[in-house]
């Protein structure tokens, strides 16, 4: 089989190609007045959503409302799935910098998987919107 010639090895795929990141779109179009929920539908709708269980080691973005009285959270958080359980599952939320847990019944609508490539353009969205239940 041929080598490849240096021209055709720069024509991969990188973090900053649009077919590759869905998400490119969403950050193009920022106005900066955006509030979290406008931005989150944006994010979603430039997803797929995924299947209801998470896999471990991957990125995804969904809607949550937590059963627990006066707790702190983020409604629309961005995670790295670290444990998945029958309850739900454990990540990173890359809002707050810390692991978080996630009950299914908590989770509003679908989740959606963030590929690695499209993380960058994630964190600089403020779609984060940290709440206190009550």
């Not at 021209?7 to 795929?13: C, D, G, I, L, S």
């Amino acid at each position: 089989m041929p080598r490849k010639t240096l021209k055709e090895r720069k024509k991969t795929n990188t973090d900053t190609d649009d077919n590759v990141n869905r998400i490119r779109n969403v950050t193009d179009n920022l106005v900066g007045t955006e509030d979290a929920d406008d931005l989150m539908l944006e994010i979603i709708s430039a997803l797929t959503e995924s299947e209801k269980v998470p896999k471990t080691g991957k990125y995804y973005v969904f809607v949550y409302n937590p059963k627990t009285p006066n707790i702190q959270y983020d409604q629309n958080p961005l995670v790295a799935v670290t444990d998945v359980f029958s309850w739900g599952f454990r990540g990173i939320n890359f809002h707050w910098g810390e692991v978080r847990q996630y009950t299914w019944d908590e989770i509003a609508g679908g989740i959606y998987e963030v590929y690695p490539a499209e993380l960058k353009d994630l964190q600089t969205i403020p779609f984060g919107k940290f709440r206190l239940n009550s």
